[in-house]
């Protein structure tokens, strides 16, 4: 199988640290979009030219964070990152989703701006003053594990917030966000959280391509 994105992605960043959990991240690394991302051999893989994709052993091509990492926990053996029980696989598909329906595009005006210097600013201040605070106040009110997002031990919850946090932790103070505010559940989950080492490595893939970014934009100046 083959895996394609950019670990700055957001949403390729939760496949990655749940594959890095399972044991799986050097049998089946994130690699750049052959031919670039939207080139033509990426439009021949994936009808929505977004990135992450997952190349199957045959051939087939699977697209959607959310779908692949669901995929690769079931094909893959390692810990299960899905969940045990129906409520438990409930819980964790709905902090997932609190993530991909209410974080990821709260953020997506900051990221515009700061990565790929496109500012709108009106939806930046929809962003700072509105959608990025009530979407942690939407995880602060589910989250609901014992040290991790969800039960006792790490699953697919964990890495979708953490997938996020490169961006928001390092990259948004110039907006005045990237803290969990006075959340004590958030809080007391990232301090529990934020020094393992597959938290580390997470962020540090992503802190890396932007390094990679900002050395190729100075080196074009
Ligand atoms: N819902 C998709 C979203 C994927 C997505 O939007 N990825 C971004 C990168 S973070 C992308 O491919 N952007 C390029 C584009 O939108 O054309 C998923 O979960 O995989």
């Not at 997952?54 to 959310?66: A, C, F, R, T, W």
């Not at 990492?69 to 997932?96: F, K, T, W």
């Not at 709260?106 to 962003?127: T, V």
Request: contains cysteine.
């Amino acid at each position: 199988m083959k895996l394609y994105g950019s670990h700055l992605s957001m949403f390729a960043a939760r496949v990655a640290m749940m594959l890095e959990i399972k044991g799986h991240l050097d049998a089946v690394p994130l690699e750049n979009v052959p031919g670039g991302l939207h080139s033509d051999e990426h439009y021949a893989l994936t009808k929505t030219g977004k990135i992450p994709f997952l190349v199957k052993d045959n051939g087939d091509v699977l697209i959607e964070s959310q779908v692949i990492a669901e995929y690769l926990d079931n094909v893959l053996d390692g810990p299960d990152m899905c969940g045990h029980s129906a409520d438990e696989r409930a819980q964790i598909s709905l902090i997932c989703r609190l993530v991909d329906m209410y974080f990821m595009p709260a953020l997506g005006p900051l990221l515009m701006a700061i990565i790929w210097q496109r500012p709108n600013e009106k939806a930046i201040e929809n962003s700072v003053n509105k959608a990025i605070p009530e979407a942690l106040d939407y995880l602060e009110h589910y989250l609901g594990g014992d040290g991790y997002a969800v039960g006792d031990n790490w699953t697919l919850a964990d890495c979708a917030i953490i997938g996020t946090l490169y961006s928001f932790l390092n990259l948004m103070s110039d907006f005045g966000v990237g803290d969990f505010g006075d959340r004590p559940k958030l809080k007391a989950w990232w301090h529990t959280v934020k020094d393992k080492p597959e938290t580390v490595t997470c962020l540090d893939r992503a802190a890396k391509v932007v390094q990679a970014m900002m050395a190729a934009r100075a080196a074009d100046k």
